[in-house]
């Protein structure tokens, strides 16, 4: 053979052996990278279902902690609303408020109205005692009366009140209001 055609065949050769090499080093390496590529997917995927994990348990946590909490709330909205009329529970806050203000009462009348029936059917169905209040004293009591009263532990709510001024240099203003205060039946 030539020398020429010798070149031409170890070279042509030796691409056939770089080819050959280059597809026997690289078969093992991608068979490791298909298991790397695996083992990557299968992490994501636990690290995808820890973190849904861990916000399901804090979203459990914040659950029972408001449960925890509910104790609080009841006892709260038991004294907002009471179970029951209560009615000298209710004259005690009124006489309270009523010294609190400084004012006189000139008669005090208690009056169970129907129950209230709302759009929203509540668990318990609401019933309303009313209080007749007659009341005296000066102009600024009477208005702080008015706004204690409102703003009391139990929900109360001034339905009508009827000022009277006093005529006289020494008379004392009235009022005379009516007051829903609410329970449950």
Known sequence: MRVSTKRILSI???GVFFIAAIYVFTGPIQDEMKTINDKRAKLATQQQLYTSQAQAIEQ???LISSFQGSQNVQTTAGFAMPNGEQAVSALRQV???GRAANIAFGSVKFKSAPPRIGAQQFLK???VL???????GDYA???DFLRKLETTIRIANVKGFVFHPGMLRNAKDS???TVEMYYQM
């Open 125 to 127: 169905k609401l019933g």
């Open 130 to 136: 009313e209080v007749d209040i007659t009341a005296s």
């Open 60 to 62: 459990v946590q914040k």
């Open 95 to 97: 006489e309270a408020i």
């Open 141 to 143: 009591n009477l208005k």
């Open 12 to 14: 042509v050769f030796s």
């Open 175 to 177: 009022i005379e209001v």
